[in-house]
């Protein structure tokens, strides 16, 4: 098997049992989870080709998320969501990605620096948990929605940059 696609199936393993066995009980002021399985789909590629196949990634991924939390495919819908959007929004922050030759893109925060990092993955964060919270609120109580979109988005956006800086600084080595 492919090296990368062990290290992936390893991320999947180790950030879903984080989030399952550790943030799913991790609840500040009733309004604050950190959401932080979302590190998985960011590590993945960016391909124009595979496409279909990292939304199939991020389905089975708010699959089993949803049958932990018992949330009947809410984060399904986030996750499929934020993996659609997620190449359109790197290629607005990064015009020049739309010349490259390169099929995979993968995202770190070496090759695009820590402001294109910060803007990415809090942008990514706050529509899922804007589509997430929205759908979980079924009502339009939008201030509701938005404290907690704003409140898990930050600390969760905070713990993904962590993550994606240690991971910077491994690769590095």
């Known amino acids: 098997m492919n090296k990368l696609i062990v290290k992936h199936i390893i991320n999947f393993i180790v950030f879903v049992s984080l989030q399952v066995l550790v943030f799913n009980n991790v609840f500040f002021m009733g309004y604050i989870n ?18 279909n196949f990292l939304l199939l990634i991020a389905f089975t991924t708010g699959i089993i998320i949803d049958a932990f939390q018992n949330s009947m495919g ?11 959007l997620k ?19 993968v995202f770190s925060i070496n090759e695009f620096g820590l402001p294109v990092t ?19 609120a079924f ?15 930050l600390v969760t956006s905070i713990l993904l940059i962590i993550f994606q800086f240690l991971n910077a600084r491994n690769t590095l080595k």
């Open 34 to 51: 950190p959401y932080i399985y979302l590190m998985f789909l960011f590590l993945l590629p960016i391909s124009k080709k595979n496409q």
């Open 74 to 84: 809410l984060h399904t819908f986030a996750c499929v969501l934020l993996m659609y």
């Open 87 to 105: 190449s359109p929004i790197l290629l607005s922050l990064v015009p020049q990605l739309k010349n490259r030759t390169q099929s995979n893109i």
């Open 118 to 136: 910060i803007i990415y993955t809090s942008s990514l964060v706050f529509i899922h948990h804007f589509a997430l919270f929205f759908i979980e």
């Open 139 to 153: 009502q339009f109580d939008l201030g509701n929605i938005l404290l907690r979109t704003i409140a898990s988005g």
